[in-house]
C-alpha cells in the first residue's frame, strides 16, 4: 500500500528525506529533464524569452509499506493557460486487459510485466514554447536547491498537460522500432487501430526478403503468406503487459530492458503473481485469475470493518431501486452536512473501481449507491458499508479465464453443480455472446438494464444503468437492453478480430420471449409494438442472432437488480 505524506508531516521530519529528496533532483539532472539556472540568470533569461510559461512546482511525497521512501518533484501544469495544442494520450481500458487474458488462457501464453522507471523523462518536450520552474520550496528549505534559481525543463517532466502525449508517442515510437527473430522469422508490434493500446506481436515472413526483392513482389507474396499474431502486449503509460510463448517472451522484455531503465520483470515464467491496472494476474492450472483481493482487504481495513461480520448478498433487496426521493425527503438531503455527501461519494467511488475492473457482483449495489451519493448520502453510505461486508467473505473472488481444456467441460461442471440447463452456446469456441437484461420501472418511472459480453465463455466487459427512455412494458426495457448489448457485442469483436484474425461468431441471448420475437420479425406485427419496430429493425438488419435462453442461466440478471444468496452465488 502507497500512502501520500502531507507537507506539514514532511517539513518536521525534513532529515529523513533528504537523501531521497536529492536522488530525486539529481535524477532529473541526469536525465536531462531539467536545467538549472542560477539566480543571476534568471532575470536575463526571462527577458530573452518573453513567451516562456514559467510556473511553480511542488514535491510529491510517498511512503511504500513498509518503509520505501519516494519523492517526485512535480510542475504545477495547471498554472499553463489552455494552448490549444493536442495533448490527449488515451488510458487503456479494463475490457482490453480481459480480453488479453482471454485470449491469453486459450493459446496457453504465459504473461509477463515490466514498468519502465521515470517514463516521461524519457521524452523530450517538443513544443512551440519554452517552461520554466520555480523549484519546490521544501526542496530549497533542504538545502538541494538555491533560493531563486529557475529550472528550465527540457524532457516531459511530470505534472505537466503535454507530458503524458510526449511519453506515449516516444514510447509508441520505440515499440514499432522493435525486431525480434522468432522461429526464423522476423517479429514486431503492430499497433491496433480500435484500441492504441494494445498491440499484436506478428511474425512477418515477408520481412526477410525485405533487402532482396522489390516491393512489387513482396506485396503479391504477402497475399499469400499473412502475418501470424504470436503474442499481444498493453501499454498503460509506463507500465508494459506481454502475454506470449516463453521463449519470444523473454525476448520481449530483454529488448524492452535495453531501450529504457525499468524495473524488475514479474512473469508467470518464474510464478509470480503479476500487479497491471490496479488487479493481480495469476496464471493457474486450469487458465489466469484476475482479481483486487489486495485493493479489497484494504478498502475493508480503512473503513474500519476488519472486524464486522460478512454477508451473502451486496445489497439487500429493501435497499434496491425503490422510487424517486420525495420532496420531503430531499429538504432533509439539503440540511445535511457536505462532508456526509463526500463521504458518500468517496466509498462509493473506492468501490466503483472494483465493480468495473474484477466484480460484476458488485456492480448493481455500486450503481445505486453511486445514484443515491448526492440526494440520499445516507442510504449510500449505508450500501456501501453493506458491499463492504461482503467483500469480507468474498475478497478472494476472481474473474477467470479458462483455458481451451477447461472449456471443455464446464458446461457439464455447472449443469451438475447447480441442476441447471445452460445454454449451449455458452462456452462454444470461437463465439461472442451479448447478454441482456432489464428489470422494468425499477424506480418507478425508468426502467434498469445490463449486459455482459462474454468470449467463449470468459467474460469481457459488462454495464448496468439506468435506461435513460422510459419503458411502457416489460418487452420494450428488454428490447432496449439487447440493443445496448449488440453495441457491446460490436465493439468487443472489432477489436477481438482485429487482434487475431479469426472471424467469430456473434449472439445476444435475451430472457424475454417478446423481445426475442421483436428483435427477430421481419412481417407486420401488432399495433401495440409497432413503435419499437425501428428499434428492432437494427437488430434484425446487423444479421446478430438473437436467441431466447432461460432466465436462470441469464448472467446479465446479475447485474439488474438485488439478489438472494444462492443466485447470487450461482451467476457470479
Not at 529523513?16 to 536522488?23: G, H, L, V
Not at 494520450?89 to 501464453?109: C, H, P
Not at 458488485?362 to 449510500?380: G, Q
Not at 453510505?381 to 468474498?394: D, E, N, P, S, W
Request: with cysteine; aromatic share 6%; hydrophobic share 45%.
Amino acid at each position: 500500500t502507497t500512502q501520500l505524506i502531507d507537507l506539514s508531516m514532511i517539513r518536521k521530519t525534513l532529515p529523513a528525506w533528504i537523501k531521497t529528496m536529492k536522488k530525486e533532483v539529481d535524477g532529473l539532472v541526469q536525465k536531462g529533464a531539467i536545467v538549472k539556472l542560477s539566480p543571476n540568470k534568471v532575470r536575463e533569461w526571462i527577458k530573452q524569452n518573453p513567451t516562456a510559461k514559467v510556473i511553480p512546482s511542488k514535491g510529491v511525497f510517498t511512503i511504500k509499506v513498509p518503509d520505501t521512501f519516494k519523492v517526485r518533484g512535480v510542475a504545477c501544469g495547471n498554472k499553463v493557460e489552455v494552448t490549444g495544442l493536442d495533448i490527449y494520450a488515451s488510458g487503456v481500458e479494463a475490457a482490453s486487459l480481459r480480453l488479453l487474458l482471454t485470449i491469453a488462457a486459450e493459446s496457453d501464453w504465459d504473461l509477463s510485466a515490466i514498468d519502465v522507471a521515470q517514463a516521461f523523462l524519457n521524452a523530450e518536450l517538443n513544443l512551440p514554447y519554452k517552461i520554466a520552474l520555480w523549484p519546490p520550496k521544501v526542496f530549497c528549505d533542504a538545502g538541494l536547491c538555491e533560493v531563486g534559481e529557475l529550472w528550465l525543463v527540457e524532457r516531459a517532466i511530470y505534472g505537466l498537460r503535454e507530458s503524458p502525449k510526449c511519453w506515449g508517442d516516444n514510447r509508441d515510437a520505440e515499440l514499432r522500432a522493435i525486431r525480434i527473430l522468432y522461429e526464423g522469422s522476423p517479429t514486431r508490434f503492430v499497433q491496433s487501430r480500435t484500441d492504441p493500446n494494445m498491440w499484436k506481436i506478428v511474425k512477418m515472413p515477408t520481412d526477410v526478403l525485405r533487402s532482396k526483392v522489390p516491393v512489387c513482389i513482396r506485396v503479391r507474396i504477402a497475399a499469400f503468406i499473412e502475418p501470424v499474431t504470436v503474442g499481444l502486449m498493453l501499454t498503460s503509460v509506463d507500465d508494459l503487459l506481454a502475454a506470449s510463448k516463453a521463449e519470444l517472451l523473454r525476448q520481449i522484455m530483454k529488448h524492452i530492458g535495453e531501450i529504457w531503465k525499468c524495473g524488475d520483470v514479474s512473469s508467470s515464467l518464474d510464478k509470480q503473481d503479476i500487479l497491471f491496472l490496479s488487479s493481480r494476474i495469476v496464471k493457474i492450472d486450469n487458465g489466469i485469475q484476475l482479481d483486487q483481493q489486495p485493493y479489497a482487504l484494504d478498502l475493508i481495513d480503512r473503513n474500519g470493518l476488519s472486524e464486522a461480520n460478512s454477508t451473502r448478498v451486496a445489497i439487500a433487496a429493501d435497499q434496491g431501486m425503490q422510487g424517486q426521493v420525495s420532496e420531503s425527503h430531499e429538504e432533509e438531503v439539503d440540511s445535511l452536512m457536505s462532508e456526509t455527501v463526500r463521504e458518500a461519494q468517496r466509498m462509493a467511488g473506492e468501490l466503483l473501481w472494483l465493480s468495473q475492473r474484477t466484480r460484476p457482483d458488485l456492480a448493481y449495489a455500486v450503481n445505486v449507491a453511486c445514484s443515491t451519493a448526492l440526494n440520499d448520502p445516507l442510504r449510500s453510505i449505508r450500501i456501501c458499508k453493506g458491499v463492504l461486508r461482503y467483500l469480507i467473505g468474498t475478497a478472494n473472488k476472481a474473474l477467470m479465464f479458462f483455458s481451451k481444456k477447461a472449456l471443455n467441460g464446464r458446461t457439464q461442471d455447472l449443469d451438475q453443480k447447480w441442476n441447471i440447463d445452460t445454454f449451449k452456446e455458452h462456452f462454444e469456441n470461437e463465439i461472442v455472446i451479448g447478454w441482456s437484461d432489464a428489470s422494468f420501472a425499477a424506480d418507478g418511472a425508468h426502467s434498469f438494464g445490463a449486459w455482459v459480453i462474454t468470449v467463449n465463455g470468459n467474460t469481457v466487459t459488462w454495464k448496468c444503468a439506468r435506461q435513460s427512455i422510459i419503458s411502457a412494458s416489460t418487452a420494450e426495457s428488454e428490447l432496449l437492453a439487447a440493443s445496448e448489448a449488440h453495441v457491446g457485442t460490436l465493439s468487443v469483436n472489432t477489436l477481438l478480430t482485429e487482434v487475431m484474425p479469426r472471424k467469430f461468431k456473434q449472439l445476444l441471448a435475451v430472457d424475454n420471449a417478446a423481445a426475442v420475437t421483436l428483435a427477430n420479425s421481419t412481417g407486420a406485427t401488432s399495433w401495440r409494438t409497432r413503435h419499437l419496430r425501428i428499434r428492432a429493425a437494427v437488430l434484425c438488419d446487423s444479421k446478430v442472432p438473437v436467441k431466447h435462453c432461460a432466465g436462470q442461466v441469464e448472467i446479465a440478471d446479475l447485474l439488474t437488480k438485488a439478489l438472494p444468496a444462492p443466485r447470487l452465488a450461482m451467476l457470479s
